[in-house]
């Protein structure tokens, strides 16, 4: 935000019932759609929510090119808007499916790979987790306490009632953690060599001439970010289709005599795009690295059952079934 920005107070707005909020929308030239049947769907789905899928389809105010107002454009039709909501719905559950077993995979690598690198409960030292200052160890260790007392799972609670132990080894310990904590913790404070390992496991890499060192934690980091925001937007229920706000680092384009194999040369299509595009592509990019190819179908079904969608507006271009990411 600009530092002379101003700030104004929200404007005062009387509840309005859903009857009336609908009669209001017919009136401002939205097409297709019956009062009874928009009141239904203004009442199931809400009128702000709803509005972020009609707001394209507003008259642009010439007053305020940032700014869309009533009426609606000519022959504009709910249909059309209502289809874009439904989109948008199964794209986040399809996002969410496709999150579950990346998140899982990386439960199990980390629980493995820390173990083996400083024991089952090496996490109890602050060397066990290296790239944490001794601060966020100490937090690490409080978030840890937290979420192991209040576990109800079956496993957990076994362990409790057999072992004296203050906590469960790592293989058990992340089923307790959230995303976002244990790419806090876990991910981020483990050895480099360990981040490394899995970025090339995920080919994640940079040039390199050695294979067991080639990975490239810093973009494996970003894309571990963005699979968390989107995590969270989809849980929360918020629009997707056409977010602008799931960014993260690609791997650089390289020229040369290596360009026609080098990885990061197949991102170039998606480098100056807006929209969800570019997140699809890298969550079906790491669900191939771990075998999940299945994905890939459902996603590309969707897309097929919903020929009106704008892909433009997704970030995508007209050829990108072609694209070799896609393929």
């Known amino acids: 935000m600009p530092e002379d920005t101003v700030l104004i107070p929200y404007p005062e707005h009387s509840a309005k019932a859903t009857s009336e909020l609908a009669t209001r929308l017919i009136d401002g030239n939205l ?11 203004l009442s199931q789905i809400g009128y702000y929510r709803l509005k972020g899928y009609w707001y394209p389809f507003l008259t642009p105010d010439s007053t305020n ?25 199964e794209l986040r559950v399809l996002v969410f499916s496709g999150i579950v077993p990346i998140e899982i995979f990386l439960k199990s690598y980390l629980a493995t790979e820390l173990s083996k690198a400083t024991g089952p ?7 066990g987790l290296p790239n944490l200052t001794y601060y966020d160890w100490i937090d690490c260790q409080q978030k840890l306490k937290v979420r192991y007392s209040k576990s109800n799972a079956p496993y957990i609670k076994h362990f409790k009632e057999t072992y004296s132990n203050p906590l469960p080894p790592y293989w058990m310990l992340v089923g307790c953690l959230t995303y976002g904590e244990l790419k806090q913790y876990f991910f981020s404070g483990a050895s480099f060599e360990i981040q490394r390992h899995l970025a090339t496991k995920l080919h994640i890499v940079t040039p390199n001439s050695n294979p067991q060192f080639n990975g490239n934690a810093k973009i494996l980091s970003s894309w571990l970010e963005a699979l968390r925001r989107a995590r969270n937007m989809v849980a929360h229920h918020e629009r997707f289709w056409d977010t602008p706000n799931l960014t993260f680092t690609f791997p650089k384009h390289r020229s040369g005599s290596h360009a ?17 595009a570019a997140f699809l592509t890298m969550e079906n990019y790491l669900l191939k690295q771990i075998g999940d190819t299945e994905w890939q179908q459902k996603f590309i079904r969707l897309m097929n059952q919903y020929p009106n969608i704008p892909i433009t507006q997704m970030g995508f271009s007209e050829d990108w079934k072609e694209m070799r990411l896609w393929q």
């Open 31 to 41: 097409q297709g759609v019956t009062k009874e049947s928009l009141n239904q769907s």
């Open 121 to 127: 409960f090496g996490y109890m030292n602050p060397a």
């Open 65 to 89: 090119q940032a700014k869309h107002i009533l009426p609606f454009i000519k022959d504009t039709d709910f249909k059309e808007i209502l289809e874009r909501y439904h989109f948008d719905q």
């Open 260 to 276: 026609k194999t080098w990885w990061g040369n197949d991102w170039d299509f998606l480098r100056d795009t807006t929209g969800p």
